[in-house]
């Protein structure tokens, strides 16, 4: 049986660990990191690097500092999910980053790994409006977040709060790191 491929293995990986949280040790300890490490140790654990890199890599993220996630997306000019077509169209495995602008600056908020067709997984998903304050899940993007087309992107803003919290979705797929 030919080898999956690499995004196709973190996505199923992703899936499986939100499916199994009782059974699987993997599963409290992407729930108790922040979300952005979660991804990235998710992608180790489909083993899309080594553990020695994944050590080596997690420590440099911020999310004030967009330019520390290049190596899996660029905040500021990788592809944009905007709407729930797009959302559907982004590819399984792919390093999603969910970037907010805060007085002119660019802010990564929040992190999560396609699982396809329009689905994510992640960690600590509330601060984009759906999900759970803390737990690896998987959730449906295309069709729970509040889509803003028009402005590319949609409206953070958690239920039962008023206004607009714009964030927009940049995305690459992972690849061997």
Known sequence: MPKKKLNIRIAETAVEIAENKDDDARWAELSTIMCWR????????????????????????????????KLFVDPLKDSLAYDPA????????????????NEGKPRVIHAMVSVGDG????????????????GWEFLNLAKELEWMPEQQGFNAVRPGQSGVRFVQIRYRKIKKI
Do not use: H, R
């Not at 654990?45 to 330019?67: H, I, N, T």
């Not at 797009?86 to 495995?93: F, L």
């Open 38 to 69: 979660a991804v990235v140790k998710c992608a180790y654990f489909a083993g899309a690097m080594s553990e020695k890199k994944c050590d080596q890599v997690l420590p440099s993220f911020s999310g004030e500092k967009p330019e520390s996630f």
């Open 86 to 101: 797009t959302m559907k169209a982004v590819p399984p495995g792919s390093f999603l980053a969910f970037v907010y602008e």
């Open 119 to 134: 689905w994510a997984a992640g960690t600590k998903n509330s601060c984009i409006g759906i999900g759970n304050d803390a």
